[in-house]
C-alpha cells in the first residue's frame, strides 16, 4: 500500500477512476467479454423450503472421469474475479478434453443469485449447506474439491466440515494403477485465506522468519484495517444504504480494498468491472449480511472454530501480499493439511494477482489426492 493512501483512497485517484469510468471504460466491451463463458441458473430449495436461484459460470468438460472443482469468491469479489483463470485453463485444454469440470457460483446476495432473507441470520453454514446441495443438482453431490479464498474460504471450510458425505480415509497405491473418479473423492477442500487467531495450544508452533513477517501483517491489519468489517458486522443497513446511494461511494468503498489489499495496484478497469457488476446488480447491501456473524460475542472466527475442523484433505496456498498470511502450522491445527505452498508474489485476491499460480497450486493439490487415493 502507498503511504499517500494510509488514511484510505485519495482525492486524486477517486478523480482519476471517475474519469476513467465516465470516458474510458466500455461496460458493453466488458459484458461481451463476461458472456463469452457459459453461465447458467439453478434453484437450490433449502431445508426450510425456502428457494434460492445460484448463479453460476462454467466449463464442464466432456470427459467422464472429470473432476468438478468449485470455485468461490469472496468479498468484494465476484465471479468474475475467476474468469481470467477460466480463460486461461481452456486455452490450455479445449472444453471437451478437460480433466476438470469448472464450477464458479454467485455466492448468495452476490450478482444474479437471490438474495439472503432478512427474516433470519443468513450464516456462513447456510450458504455452505446451500452450495452443497447446488453441487448434488448439478450431479456432483458424490464428491467435488471446493476451493476459496475470503468468505470463500470460510464457505469452502464449512462444506469440507459439515457436507459431501462420509470423512474418507487415506490408503496409499501405485499412482499408475489409478483412475481418479467422481465416487473416490467425497470432498476435499483447498484454500488461500485462513484468517485466524494464533492457536492455543500447550507445545509452541513453528514459525520461521517470514511467517513472523506474516503474523505481524495481521496484526497490523487488525490494528487499522478491520473497520470497514466491524461497521459491516454491526450496522449493515446503513453501511449498505449509503455506499449503495451512489455510484462514487461504491467506487470509494470496493476500490480502497483492490488497492490496499493487492500486492501491485489492479489495472483500473478492472476494478470499475467489479465496481459495475455491483452498482447494476444493486447487491453491494446483500453482499455485507454475512459479516455479522464474524462479529458475534461467541464467535471465534471460521477458521479457528473447532466444529468446523476439516477431517477431509485440506490445501493450503499462502501469498506473502495477503492481508493476513497465516503459517502452515497455525493451518495445520484447523484441519488435516496435506498440501502447502507459499508464494513471494501476490495478495489477497490471488485469483486475479496470480491465475496461474493458484491454478497450478490447485491442480497440484488434486495430483496429491490422486497419490493418497482417498475411498
Same mark, same amino acid.
Given at each position: 500500500?502507498q503511504?499517500?493512501r ?8 477517486m ?5 476513467a469510468?465516465?470516458t474510458?471504460f ?6 461481451s +467479454?463476461?458472456?463469452g ?12 423450503g425456502h428457494?434460492?436461484d ?8 466432456g470427459?467422464?472421469k472429470?473432476?468438478?472443482? %468449485?470455485l ?5 469479489g ?5 474468469l481470467?483463470m ?8 479445449p472444453?471437451s478434453?478437460s ?5 464458479v ?6 450478482? &444474479? ?6 427474516d433470519k441470520?443468513?450464516?456462513i453454514?447456510?450458504?455452505a449447506?446451500i ?8 450431479g456432483f453431490?458424490?464428491? +467435488?474439491v471446493v ?10 471450510r /464449512?462444506?469440507?466440515?459439515?457436507h459431501?458425505?462420509?470423512?474418507g480415509?487415506?490408503r496409499t ?6 483412475? %481418479?473418479s ?6 476435499a ?6 484468517y485466524?487467531?494464533e492457536p492455543?495450544?500447550q ?8 511467517? $513472523?513477517?506474516g503474523i505481524?501483517r ?10 470497514y468489517?466491524k461497521e459491516?458486522?454491526t450496522?449493515?443497513s ?6 449503495s446511494?451512489n455510484? #462514487? ?5 470496493v ?9 501491485e495496484?489492479p489495472? #483500473?478497469h478492472t476494478?470499475l468491472e467489479?465496481v459495475?457488476?455491483y452498482?447494476v446488480t444493486?447487491t453491494?447491501?446483500?453482499s455485507l449480511y454475512h +459479516?455479522r456473524? %464474524? ?6 472466527g ?8 476439516i477431517d477431509?484433505?485440506l ?21 488435516n493439511?496435506?498440501? +502447502?505452498? $507459499?508464494?513471494e508474489k501476490?495478495?489477497? &485476491? ?5 491465475p496461474e499460480? #493458484? ?5 497440484a493439490? /488434486?495430483q496429491e ?7
Open positions: 500500500m503511504s499517500d494510509r488514511y484510505g483512497v485519495t482525492l486524486p485517484w478523480k482519476k477512476a471517475k474519469d469510468w465516465e474510458q466500455d461496460w458493453r466491451k466488458h459484458e +467479454y463476461i458472456n463463458f457459459p453461465q447458467y441458473i439453478t434453484r437450490v430449495v433449502d431445508e426450510d428457494e434460492y445460484i448463479h453460476f459460470a462454467a466449463l464442464f468438460s470427459q467422464k472429470a473432476v468438478p472443482i %468449485l468461490l469468491h469472496g468479498w468484494p465476484s465471479f468474475l474475479e475467476f481470467p477460466l480463460d486461461m485453463i481452456n486455452q490450455r485444454h472444453q478434453e480433466p476438470y469440470h469448472l464450477i457460483p454467485s455466492l448468495v446476495g452476490y450478482a &444474479f443469485s437471490s438474495k439472503p432473507p432478512l441470520n443468513f450464516r453454514e447456510d450458504g449447506r452450495l452443497d446441495r447446488f453441487m448434488d443438482n448439478l453431490g458424490s464428491g +467435488y476451493h476459496g479464498g475470503d468468505l470463500g474460504s470460510d464457505t469452502a /464449512v462444506m469440507g466440515a459439515k459431501a458425505g462420509c470423512k480415509e487415506f497405491i501405485p499412482p499408475e494403477s489409478f483412475e %481418479l467422481l465416487t473416490d473423492i467425497s470432498l477442500v483447498h484454500i488461500n485465506f485462513c485466524m487467531p492455543s495450544v507445545t509452541p508452533l513453528e514459525v520461521d522468519d517470514i511467517d $513472523r513477517l505481524e495481521g496484526r497490523e491489519f487488525e490494528r487499522v484495517g478491520n473497520a468489517a459491516h458486522a450496522r449493515p446503513t453501511i449498505g444504504i449509503a455506499i446511494s455510484p #462514487l461511494s461504491l467506487l470509494a468503498w476500490g480502497e480494498k483492490y488497492l490496499e489489499w493487492s500486492e495496484d489495472d #483500473l476494478i467489479t459495475t457488476l452498482w444493486q453491494l447491501p446483500s +459479516y456473524q %464474524l462479529f458475534e460475542p461467541s464467535s471465534l471460521s477458521h479457528a472454530n473447532p466444529e468446523w475442523y477431509k484433505p490445501g493450503f496456498s499462502s501469498f506473502l501480499h495477503e492481508i493476513a498470511p497465516t503459517p502452515a502450522s497455525w493451518v495445520r491445527t484447523t484441519g493439511l496435506i498440501f +502447502y505452498r $507459499r508464494h501476490g495478495g489477497h &485476491f490471488a485469483a486475479l494477482e496470480q499460480v #493458484l491454478w497450478d497450486d490447485i491442480t493439490f /488434486v489426492l490422486v497419490q493418497r487415493a482417498i475411498f
